[in-house]
């Protein structure tokens, strides 16, 4: 029997920067919400004991600054994880992430490498407002050089790091907040997923879902709401750039139908990209229109009622892959 346990999806992240902490001397944390006490969300717990504040360095709000570092050092030979408190607060530091970071190793001529890992926490469901709630990930899946990695289970929030940690390009880590305290089972020991490489989550036969983040979990429970009247594929692509267009092709030769669901706004986002190369690549391979479903084209509410009508719940999942097949279930 395999020997497994029961841990939170913080605690995956953490152990995946302690292993890898462990593995090369190179490796440090900088950053938000970084402290001897593990910060407010407790990601870094344990971390200041054991390797000192020489490595995990707690920093000011100054994203701009504590970004530029980090690039400076993978530059120069280290391998930082840079912690934004909030993705939404990357926006201060843009300059760094998208015209240092993500460039350079194109403008040197491959001289240079950009070991570099952001982390940042996003979603809703916590009642931030719009500040604190954004999905910026089709704003990064847009920006050549950064790979964007968004983990939906605590086996891949543990996997999927540990490989950007040793990825040699800049990575774009995103953590959803919701799924934090989320429980699950995992091996014991070290494991790695590899990037660009998705998951099916459940077979199905009748149409493809496609979903990112924590929509992941939404479309597998309206997946198992219709269970019996239509069967439901849900892909989950762990990696959005690069992008395992192999496993959703062939998912969507076997179903016909394409939904893709995100939590951010619907309007030039990574639904629509996914789209898009399905028309492209696979368009013979369809046998209904293609439809998206995400956000409304609204910042975040900050009233609980509002939020939940603004982003797509399972039963909005549900409702839109009944109308898509012209069918409903039980």
């Known amino acids: 029997m395999e020997d497994k346990r029961t841990i939170w999806y913080k605690t995956a992240i953490n152990e995946a920067m302690r292993e890898e902490m ?32 020489r490595r995990v360095r707690g920093t000011p709000i100054s994203e ?48 240079v490498t950009l070991p570099l890992v952001f982390r940042g926490q996003y979603g809703v469901g916590t ?86 983040g924590f929509a992941v979990h939404k479309a597998l429970e309206a997946a198992e709401t219709l269970a019996g009247a239509i069967d439901v594929e849900v892909i989950d692509p762990r990696t959005l750039d690069p992008l395992d267009m192999d496993t ?21 986002g990574f639904a629509a990209e996914v789209i898009r190369r399905v028309a492209e690549e696979g368009f013979d391979l369809l046998d209904h229109s293609p439809r998206t479903l995400g956000a409304w084209d609204v910042p975040v509410p900050f009233s609980p009622v509002l939020e939940d009508a603004a982003i797509p719940q399972s039963r909005d999942i549900r409702r839109r892959i009944e109308e898509m097949l012209g069918r409903k279930g039980d």
């Not at 910060?39 to 504040?53: C, P, Y």
């Not at 719009?130 to 605590?154: C, D, L, Y």
């Not at 959703?248 to 030039?268: D, N, P, W």
Request: glycine share 10%.
């Open 248 to 268: 959703i092709l062939e998912s969507v030769e076997k179903t016909g139908a394409l939904l893709v669901v995100q939590e951010g706004v619907v309007k030039s």
């Open 64 to 111: 701009s600054a504590f970004i530029g570092l980090a690039a400076g050092a993978a530059m120069a030979g280290l391998r930082p994880i840079v912690e934004i408190m909030y993705v939404d607060f990357a926006l201060v530091g843009m300059d760094q992430l998208v015209n240092q970071a993500a460039s350079s190793c194109y403008m040197s001529g491959g001289k």
């Open 127 to 212: 009642r931030e407002a719009a500040q604190h709630s954004r999905n910026f990930e089709s704003w990064f899946v847009n920006t050549p050089g950064i790979k964007v990695v968004m983990p939906s289970t605590a086996y891949d929030a543990k996997g999927l790091l540990k490989s950007a940690i040793r990825d040699d390009n800049p990575v774009l880590y995103l953590e959803n907040r919701v799924m934090y305290t989320r429980k699950e089972q995992v091996p014991r020991g070290e494991w790695l997923v590899p990037l660009g490489v998705a998951a099916v989550r459940r077979k199905g036969r009748d149409i493809t879902v496609v979903a990112t």
């Open 22 to 53: 462990e593995r090369d001397e190179r490796v440090f944390v900088i950053g938000e919400d970084v402290d001897i006490f593990g910060g407010v969300f407790k990601i870094t717990k344990g971390l200041v004991e054991k390797f000192g504040n």
